[in-house]
């Protein structure tokens, strides 16, 4: 029994280490998506997602869609905007994440993320809250909490902010 639970002690870092790595690979190569991914960008999103928030975007997708269908000429839900950060229009330019204090037991882990876009002036901060989730012995994305408190960005969550997956 103390050796189980030494050995599960020692492999709670690790899983943190692995959460902050996951979510370094998504905000590296998908932090600045504008909009809802869609095609190759939807692809290579997916892994990176929890079932249930794929699920949800697939639902955004399938109401921008009857969006354009009924409204031809107007601007769809979910086109434009940075999707997963609070600031809707200016990517960020670095970023840190910071562990939660006692690391990341599965299956759930909230990491804030400070985020800053130098290209401004005076350069904006601020941080928001990236949700994991343990699905398929591998750390997705499950939600963002935006805290950023702008005025035009992001509020709430990204889940939220999507609708409801639909039942099938």
Not at 2 to 7: D, H, M, S, V, Y
Not at 79 to 90: A, M, P, Q
Request: some cysteine; hydrophobic content about 50%; charged content about 20%.
């Amino acid at each position: 029994m103390l050796l189980a639970t030494a050995l599960l002690a020692a492999a709670l870092p690790a899983m943190a280490d692995n959460a902050i790595l996951r979510l370094r690979q998504f905000l590296d190569a998908h932090g600045r998506q504008d909009g809802l991914p869609k095609g190759a960008e939807a692809v290579a999103i997916a892994p990176h997602l929890s079932a249930a928030l794929n699920a949800a975007i697939e639902s955004a997708r399938a109401e921008q869609a009857a969006f354009v269908r009924d409204n031809p000429g107007e601007k769809p839900p979910y086109i434009e905007g940075k999707l997963f950060t609070s600031v809707l229009f200016e990517p960020f330019t670095a970023y840190a994440p910071v562990m939660p204090a006692g690391g990341c037991p599965a299956p759930r882990c909230v990491i804030r993320v400070d985020f800053v876009d130098a290209a401004s002036s005076p350069d904006v901060a601020w941080h928001d809250e990236y949700v994991l989730v343990l699905e398929d012995d591998r750390w997705r994305i499950d939600d963002v909490h935006f805290r950023g408190g702008f005025d035009f960005g992001n509020h709430g969550s990204l889940r939220a902010s999507l609708p409801a997956p639909v039942a099938r």
